[in-house]
């Protein structure tokens, strides 16, 4: 392989940046700029130019192979964070015979391909880089550490079991079978079932902790849509006006509750109207909130939701700061009640995301409903293993390929190219 390089810390100026080299010249290429260097281990050295002048002074660590990130030799030099510093490096590396430029995500791509880690944990790796929230970071770590591997490795473990003693059968098929092999099978696949049906189930949510869970505000106009939503906010997000119809598209405001991200989306008031502007407004406000993962029903005192209420969502009644109301409710003028209401809203979240698995993309779930289909079909044909053992093998071995495409093993570089376009250079 090549010998690559890049800046693996963030553009512009920093208090330290580090430039990273990995590959079979990685040791050579910086003693040729620092002087000799150990194989493993770090030093402080001064940085030199081919005639000898000072460039900067720099911590240096040196992984020999099979004990660095990518697998690989590699050196890392910890400059200081100067634009000027770093441009000067990277030139210097680029002038020797056998290095280049690394390309986006490279340092993790040949972390996969040398075995230091699997898709899965590349998976992870990418999000927990992109994670802005707390429950985002934890889901990440719990894949980057290598959670769906090894849960994809007992699977695969129970399912090569399964086989095996399936393909005995076919071995013994012209002698009495010395154990019926049937109950242990059985046991094993409806055990590995159980657990990717969860793991499928939960897939979904968590795919809105990485992306984002929407919140919908709804309701007629006027009655304290927008308010609220600055007030949730703090700041002024949303035109608020005493005339009906103010709001005619949807405005997003991101935010993080309890932990989670959430956007929270301001709609159009729902009531029939001439106006085709307006009409068109509430149309796509409508859709998006039907659409959404949860909706808080604003209604005026006395008045009824104006989309129909789903399981989990959550009506209130606005404006309790006018009035002669002993309803509960909420103020977005005042804040009176909005901080019980965005109390209800992080727990009924936080509820949805109880069955959150290891999996996490959508990728992971289509493999596990591939496999959770060659499973079914096995199983429907337990009693008659003995006869149709052969088509049963063909089945668990067709599974056994979908448990490996989670972490990579097979069928995954149609995929690769996206993956690793979503990485910075240097990493």
Excluded: Y
């Excluded at 695969?156 to 079991?161: E, G, Q, V």
């Excluded at 997003?252 to 009409?279: I, N, Y």
């Excluded at 149709?388 to 995929?415: F, K, T, Y």
């Amino acid at each position: 392989m090549d010998t690559i390089f890049a800046l693996a810390t963030a553009q512009g100026r920093a208090g330290v940046a580090v430039v990273r080299v990995s590959g079979p010249g990685a040791k050579i290429a910086v003693e040729g700029m620092t002087g000799t260097l150990p194989d493993h281990g770090r030093s402080l050295r001064p940085v030199r130019d081919p005639d000898g002048s000072l460039v900067d002074n720099a911590l240096i660590l040196s992984f020999e192979k099979g004990r660095s990130f990518t697998g690989e030799q590699v050196a890392e030099l910890h400059l200081h964070g100067s634009t000027a510093i770093v441009a000067v490096v990277l030139r210097l590396l680029g002038e020797i015979p056998g290095l280049r430029q690394a390309e986006a995500g490279e340092f993790t791509r040949r972390a996969l391909e040398n075995g230091c880690l699997d898709l899965a944990q590349v998976e992870g790796l990418a999000d927990l880089i992109d994670a802005e929230t707390e429950a985002q970071r934890q889901q990440a770590v719990r894949v980057f550490s290598g959670a769906l591997g090894d849960l994809a490795e007992r699977w695969r473990a129970a399912l090569i079991r399964s086989a095996a003693l399936i393909e005995a059968t076919i071995d013994f098929a012209d002698e009495d079978v010395p154990v019926d092999v049937s109950p242990e099978v059985s046991d094993l696949l409806t055990a590995v079932r159980t657990e990717m049906a969860q793991e499928a189930e939960g897939v979904r949510i968590a795919e809105r902790i990485r992306e984002g869970f929407e919140v919908a505000i709804v309701g007629p106009p006027n009655v304290g849509k927008s308010t609220l939503l600055n007030r949730l906010a703090g700041r002024d997000a949303a035109i608020t006006s005493e005339f009906a119809g103010t709001t005619r598209d949807i405005i997003e405001v991101r935010m993080v509750l309890d932990g989670l991200p959430v956007t929270v989306l301001d709609t159009a008031g729902l009531r029939q109207t001439d106006d085709q502007v307006e009409q068109i407004g509430i149309e796509r406000g409508t859709a998006r909130s039907l659409g959404a993962d949860l909706r808080i029903h604003m209604i005026d005192p006395g008045g009824h939701p104006a989309l129909k209420v789903k399981e989990g969502d959550i009506v209130v009644q606005s404006k309790v700061d006018i009035g002669d109301s002993e309803e509960v409710g909420i103020s977005g003028l005042t804040g009176q009640g909005v901080d019980g209401l965005v109390s209800r809203i992080s727990t009924t979240l936080r509820e949805r995301t109880a069955c959150v698995g290891v999996a996490m993309r959508e990728r992971h779930r289509m493999a596990m409903l591939g496999a959770i289909r060659d499973i079914d079909a096995a199983i429907r044909m337990m009693p008659n293993a003995v006869e149709q053992a052969d088509v049963l093998a063909e089945n668990l071995r067709s599974a056994i390929r979908s448990v490996d495409s989670l972490v990579g093993r097979v069928d995954v570089e149609d995929i690769l190219g996206e993956i690793f376009s979503s990485f910075c250079i240097g990493k």
